[in-house]
């Protein structure tokens, strides 16, 4: 060191330095990434095995915001009828409601058969064998249920032939009986064909399943046939496909979503990924329709959306936001709150912070109004939303800016707040209609049926496949959002549609067809839908009074 001059020990003493920052920064970087890759392990972890409800309740909420009521404070009739009383009791300890059950009363219309246990003389005391005089009768002690498993059967076609010789019985003239149409040539039948298909696309069963089903019950169909004949109905479904979605286009309000799937690629060892997608009608037009593309690219989108006129609510995809360039005055757009919401309940589940629960507060506020309005008409429930939402909704934006202001730029939040800010106009558009949702919950629930039924049958093998898929999964859908009985419907599509012409196509939509035939509705998915949904309403009911009795800090 006493060799080296002034200056080339600075020199060195910078280099050191220079150094020093380098690996400080490098140390710096990694340890984001450990943070960021155990966020994502964490996260993951939850989907895999933890709960997946995003409810938030903060104790500390009643110091922040004041709880809100549209109406009184009773409960509603729907409350009462559900069944859940108070979930605190006079000490405010939380209790399980109770649960009411009756005794299950078996329907008029099954058939019936005795069982009858004949009392035999040796097993009668001995004063009362061979006596004159007793009366034997029946006591009915109880019912019970059996079940008689599916069968197959033959049905042998004949057609009626007339032949008539001519006078000199030279020749001979044959007139045979008209046959009805079949929708597929096959040696299936309509209700064994929708069988097949509701099991497939409402029950999720992959074909080699169905296979083995049919082998217990004597035939052994290959499960290359089944998805052929799957296939080959669903070009002759189309026209009927077609009218569901010009009607869900016409929609005033109308959701999408989209999920991938696998596609198998020919001559190849691998799969591909391709993209199911829903769209969601309206009230007035209540049916869910799916597409199918080979990627996952605006085109697909920008193809089945061309002629759609009206609010389309989903998630904030870069898709979906690119459309909006070329949309006219007529077609909007509508984000998702829920997927804002989650954005900021992943933060606070990875590490609960003021600012984490400051937002989560303000979705608390925005959806307890939905939740008191959405039994409500759209005009009624407009206006609930400009007295209470649209207060609310200035309030969280004010307070977004303000914390985007202070906010580092590498701070996990910043992310979460810019998703909002970004399409603020598109977060706010709840508030220009009651009729257009707060989230995208209707699309989100349609495509669990092709997310559920992806992990059975795994992937497609064809791109016929893909979109017979997407025909069978728009009309089992659609009954299941209408509470119908699939196997019915389609048994009635496939035996009726053929000998149908031009219009008459129109009595098969599902919302029609169902008006025809009542018998067919599925009343226990009603009723438990409606105690669901009062049992929701009930807890939310709950926690905003409970809310409204926890102390005000000094600091609210």
Known sequence: MDDLSNAELRALLAERDATIRAQQQTIDELQQLVKALANEVALLKRSLFGRRRERFDDPRQGSLFDAQWIGSEAETPEEEASG?????????????????????????????????????????????????????????????????????????????????????????????????????????????LASLAVERFADYLPFYREEERLARLGVTIPRSTIARWMIGLAEPLMPLIELMRQAVLSSAVACVDETS????????????????????????????????????????????????????????????????AQWSAKQRWAC????????????????????????????????????????????????????????????????????????????????????????????????????????NNAAERAIKMPVIGKKNH???ASPRGGEAAMVFYTLTGTCRRLHIDPQAYLHDVFATLPRLHGDEVLTLLPDRWIAAHPQHRLQIRIDQAQRRANRKRAARAHRRRALARQPRSSSG
């Open 84 to 192: 859940v009383d108070d979930l605190a009791d006079e000490e405010g300890e939380q209790r399980a409601p109770r649960r009411r059950r009756g005794r299950l009363v078996f329907p008029d219309a099954l058939p019936r058969k005795e069982q009858v246990y004949p009392l035999q003389e040796e097993d009668l005391p001995e004063h009362l064998r061979g006596r004159e005089g007793i009366r034997r009768f029946r006591k009915k002690v109880r019912e019970y249920l059996e079940v008689t498993p599916a069968e197959l059967y033959v049905v042998e076609e004949y057609v009626e032939v007339v032949a008539a010789d001519n006078e000199d019985a030279t020749e001979t003239e044959m007139v045979t009986a008209p046959r009805p149409p079949r929708l597929l040539d096959c040696y299936a039948g309509p209700s064994l």
């Open 261 to 324: 799937v696998k596609l198998l690629e020919p001559g190849l060892a691998r799969a591909a990924t391709a993209y199911l997608w829903t769209l969601v009608g309206d009230a007035a037009h209540p049916y869910t329709t799916f597409y199918f593309t080979e990627d996952r690219s605006r085109a697909g989108p920008e193809q089945f959306l061309a002629n759609f006129s009206g609010v389309l609510v989903s998630d904030a995809y870069v898709c979906y936001e690119s459309l909006q």
């Open 336 to 439: 998702c709150h829920a997927h804002a919401r989650r954005k900021f309940e992943e933060l606070h589940y990875l590490g609960a912070t003021r600012d984490t629960a400051t937002a989560l507060g303000y979705f608390q506020r925005l959806f307890a109004v939905e939740d008191q309005a959405r039994s409500m008409a759209d005009d009624e429930r407009h206006a609930v939303r400009q007295e209470h939402s649209q207060p609310v909704l200035a309030e969280f934006k004010a307070w977004l800016d303000q914390r985007l202001a202070t906010l580092r730029p590498k701070h996990p939040l910043r992310s979460a707040i810019q998703y909002m800010t970004k399409r603020w106009e598109s977060f706010a558009r709840f508030l220009d209609s009651g009729a257009i949702p707060l989230e």
């Open 458 to 460: 795994l992937f497609f």
